[in-house]
């Protein structure tokens, strides 16, 4: 006889456990304790198995029937309800401790710290986490829709924090993408964001771009009275024009004297490929200085508290504020520019030339040394042409241009 919400009311505990069955292998148990809970029975091959559907009255007599029909006919179909169930049980308890800020954690100890990116790169991502962590840190990351990813990125717009909203997004992305390759999700929100936010305008670095500027910046560089070391930075710094960053962290072990050529492996290089800095005889001649002094052992320039740790990421930058250049005026990036200046408007060199000195594109500069390529003879003539050119500015003369 088949069950009725108004027999199901009627059902009492007994001692033991019982079965009043429904139809067609649905049937609720009774409990002890007066608990209902309604089971299908259903049979794979010979062997009978049980699929729990839930208790009542929350789950009422048509919900349950609805939900043994379901297992039916996937019985029918070859399918197993209850290891079906037991498998979605496992999974839901899987993702829903896949949080964005554990996989982003992951994904950064992983994919960037395994990886030997550099240090600078490994802070920078864990500050887009921070900026993201308050919206979708602890949501999992499978159920996070693009809107509330959008909802962060528009925040830090609302403060004129354009570009760090950008990139958060690009991080965002990387994170979902490696979730969707360790199916902790299916798809990556951040796709659906594209044009949703402000395209910051091209940063510039404040650069010096006329001959007398930068032979009185040379000058001023001389009459630096700060740290030895910092002033040794500042006068290198010009004629190599590398990142500050890649300045900073170079090491004596990287660096040639003899044959004048300091070898940047690719973890310090922004674009991950190995890159050649032919050293002038001046600049050779100041790290000589520099090498007498410390030793040739670690950071070329070490930080004044700890030889163990390279100069600050500011201290080139506190060093200009220090010598009366404002911000506005001089960054030490912006000695990149001031070479690219000068080097492209001298006529002299061609202008691939010129980016691959500067790192950019795909040349690799470390295998036109290993060739004894032609390129590679041009980019040392270059370097010592730059050199020089610096030379003359820093003793006043401004006018001709020497000849390499």
């Known amino acids: 006889m088949a ?45 009978e198995k049980k699929l729990a559907i839930g208790p009542h009255p929350e789950i009422n007599l048509k919900q349950a029937r609805n939900a043994a029909d379901a297992a039916r006919h996937s019985v029918a179909e070859g399918g197993d309800p209850a290891f079906e169930k037991r498998k979605k049980k496992i999974r839901d308890e899987f993702l829903s401790a896949q949080t964005f800020e554990a996989v982003a954690r992951e994904y950064i100890e992983q994919m960037m710290v395994k990886n030997g990116l550099a240090q600078a790169t490994l802070v920078k991502a864990n500050y887009f986490l921070e900026q ?12 996070i829709e693009p809107f509330e990813v959008l909802a962060p990125l528009k925040r830090l717009e609302a403060t004129g924090k354009h570009e760090t909203a950008k990139k958060c997004r690009s991080f965002a992305g990387r994170v979902f993408r490696y979730g969707v390759a360790t199916t902790r999700c299916k798809s990556d929100p951040t796709a659906m964001l594209k044009g949703a936010l402000v395209t910051p305008r091209a940063q510039h670095y404040a650069a010096i771009l006329e001959p007398k500027e930068l032979g009185g910046l040379l000058r001023a560089i ?21 990142r500050p960053g890649e300045l900073r962290h170079a090491e004596w072990r990287e660096i040639d004297l003899e044959d004048g050529v300091w070898k940047i492996p690719a973890g310090k290089m922004k674009a991950r490929r190995p890159h050649a800095v032919p050293l002038s005889k001046q600049v050779v001649g100041y790290l000589t200085e520099l090498a007498t002094m410390l030793g040739t052992d670690g950071y070329v320039f070490p930080s004044a508290r700890s030889g163990k740790r390279p100069m600050s990421e500011n201290t080139l930058n506190a060093a200009f504020r220090r010598m009366g250049y404002s911000k506005e005026e001089l960054t030490a990036h912006g000695l990149r520019a001031t070479a690219s200046t000068f080097l492209n408007e001298s006529g002299l060199w061609n202008p691939d030339a010129i980016e691959r000195a500067l790192a950019h594109g795909d040349s690799n500069v470390v295998q036109l040394i290993c060739q004894s390529d032609e390129r590679w003879k041009n980019h040392v003539c270059m370097m010592q042409w730059w050199s020089n050119y610096l030379d003359r500015l820093r003793e006043g003369y401004q006018a001709e241009l020497p000849m390499p």
Do not use: C, M
């Open 222 to 242: 001389d009459d630096y009275t700060g740290y030895l070391v910092t002033k040794y930075a500042l006068q290198i710094a010009p004629h190599v024009f590398v």
């Open 132 to 143: 993201l962590t308050p919206a979708i840190g602890n949501r999992p990351i499978h159920e």
């Open 3 to 47: 069950l009725t919400e108004n027999r199901l009311r009627t059902l009492k505990p007994k001692d033991k456990s019982y079965k009043v069955a429904d139809h067609r292998g649905l049937y609720i148990e009774v409990t002890p304790s007066g608990g209902k809970l309604w089971r299908f029975r259903y049979r794979i091959g010979n062997v």
